[in-house]
């Protein structure tokens, strides 16, 4: 029906070199890697953009790879969440597999990428959250003085202000290193749908070591899709200094000081998404609550 | 853009907008209204097809992709010999999805059928994508069990993925 209009000029890159000079010549294309998220927008077609240019990156060999140690698991960025699954269930951490599968369906995961998921425009997925929640870190590519530069990079460092991934100008996620973490408190929850109800859903990951009854080490992300990512050390250190299992009271203060810090970072938040946090939180604390009165016994 | 792919047996040359989703080109190319649905990324899952022997949702697949691919469409899937396992399942199961989504639901079927998922979990995440209610998890389940048993009766080989 739109034939013709405007239909963008697709560059498939076989490699980074190609990938470099593609870039070089133009400067405003955009990045295409699984396309679930770009494709399951209403006005995705036709593009509005006129003389738009897509750089495809399913080509380009170099992001297909998977590469794993004792210590880490290293992603190519074009690696899809199914192959993810299929290839490292066992030892990946639980928090990541979690948030995989509720993903659900793999005619989804079958074609959302890693480094797609990280990077979507204008809308976050639960992915970054995660990744931030893994302490893992992005290898970004970017083009410095005509030339195709990369830095590894821990996931917090790229996050904006307003909770987003930015990327440097013309730059992209090549590689995801995860950590193969010893912590023994992994929790992963989503509720709502973030593709269909962005305003009403969110997600969060947990990871701590808990020992005795303190958390070592704790991070926690709270992810609203329209909003961005909500991190803060000062959540963190809210929980080390806590001593499981909690009261009633202790949970009510945690919460209103969480939900201080969420505030500052946005204003937004619909009253059910605040409901779910709220929700999530307590969740995560009467996991960690019955952790903590389980597991003295199971060790004597 | 130029695009060579195969739909339903037929070698094509398309000239197309190169990110229009396969699930327009199936129905405004292809003329193929009535098994696929375009619903402008609302998720409903009813245009599902086989892509190189694996289900997906055509909404999702964006022209350029499908250069040098399989397309299957339920049309011409339907008058194969594995439709008639889905629907030998079907009959001996005593359910049958809804005429919405029938389509979708069959070729969903077939993939699951054709990889072997047996795992109940699996299946039901797999369908989990079609939002239309008419069928009970149970029954889905036990199609697509009844499937596998039934293509392995035939001796039916699996489609080999690259």
Known sequence: MYEGLSSPNIHTPANLGEYASIVLHYPRSSLWAGGTFIMSRPDSYPSRKMNAEIIYLGEIEELHRFQRNDRFAEFGAMVTLDEILNTGKAVLPRVLIDGIESIGSRLITRRATIGGSMCTKGFTTSFPGMMIALDATAEVRFIKKKRLHSKWMQITRLMDRNGRIVLPQQGMISRVRIAFTEKNCQYFSRIGSFMLEPEKSVSASFTATLDQDILINPKITFTYPNLGICYSRDIDSLFTTLRFPLDDSELMNLESMVFTFIDSFFQGISELQRIRTKGILREIVENLNEKALTIPFEES | ?162
Do not use: W
């Open chain 2, 1 to 162: 853009m130029k695009i060579d792919c195969t739909i339903d047996g037929k070698t094509l040359t398309l000239s197309l907008n190169s990110d229009k989703p396969l699930s327009l080109i199936l129905r405004e190319n292809m003329g193929d209204e009535g098994y696929v649905n375009h619903c402008g990324g609302q998720m409903c899952g009813l245009c599902a097809v086989l892509v190189d022997g694996r289900a997906m949702l055509s909404c999702m697949v964006p022209a350029f992709e499908i250069r040098g691919k399989n397309v299957v469409t339920f049309e011409s899937f339907r008058r194969t010999r594995n439709v008639k396992d889905i629907e030998k399942a079907y009959e001996s199961v005593g359910a049958y999805p809804c005429p919405d989504c029938y389509a979708s639901r069959t070729m969903i079927f077939e993939s699951l059928i054709d990889e072997g998922v047996s795992d109940s979990t699996q299946i039901l995440k797999e369908l989990s994508m079609v939002r239309c209610p008419c069928m009970d998890p149970d029954d889905e389940i036990r199609i697509v069990q009844k499937g596998i048993e039934l293509r392995r009766k035939r001796n039916v080989r699996r489609t080999q993925f690259a």
